[in-house]
């Protein structure tokens, strides 16, 4: 009864965390502390570089900051270039095609990046419906096992019940 209280101790961070903890709970660790490897942990590691580089890229680009980057980047850029706002010398006249330029080559790195992180995405799915698959199918065999011995100890009583009766 004492391991089922004791603190489960990360072997990421030797962090102490609650008995039933399934996470650790400091925040930048966050391991798995179950028993068998944790799917997401298993694909962080066998991620190649580039993939990485996309999934912090697009991670970051999910950020409501890099919408206000943007937005302060454009309202900048054509009040510069209008005139309104003479800080610089106007270096991209109406109707912007050096704006549009870096938009268009920004997009497709954006776009490249999310595709890779979809893959990934995929991998991950494909890989958790295995698993699903796996437990289901282990689950299924226990439960038959269970089931099985339940029958056969039903049979016995039935026989055990039967002979006390006729006695």
């Known amino acids: 009864m004492e391991s089922e209280t004791a603190p489960i101790i990360c072997p990421a ?15 930048k ?3 798995a502390l179950g028993e068998f490897d944790y799917v997401v942990e298993e694909l962080r590691q066998e991620a190649k570089w580039h993939e990485s580089i996309a999934e ?17 980047w454009f309202v900048l850029w054509i009040l510069i ?16 095609s050096m704006l549009a330029f870096i938009i268009s080559i920004e997009t497709v790195f954006i776009t490249i990046f999310v595709i ?3 893959s990934r995405q995929n991998a991950f799915d494909r890989k958790r419906a295995e698993l699903d698959y796996e437990v289901n199918v282990l689950t299924y065999r226990t439960i038959k096992r269970i089931d099985s011995a339940l029958e056969s100890m039903d049979r016995r009583l039935t026989a055990i019940e039967q002979k006390d009766d006729s006695k």
């Open 29 to 31: 660790c966050h391991k």
């Open 56 to 72: 912090r890229f697009t991670a970051w680009i999910a950020q409501p900051q890099f919408l206000t980057a943007h937005i302060v």
């Open 13 to 27: 961070c030797g962090g102490s965390n609650e008995h039933n903890a399934v996470f650790c709970a400091n925040a």
């Open 116 to 118: 890779i992180t979809q």
């Open 81 to 96: 270039n209008t005139g309104i706002v003479a800080l610089v010398h106007r270096f991209d006249a109406a109707p912007f």
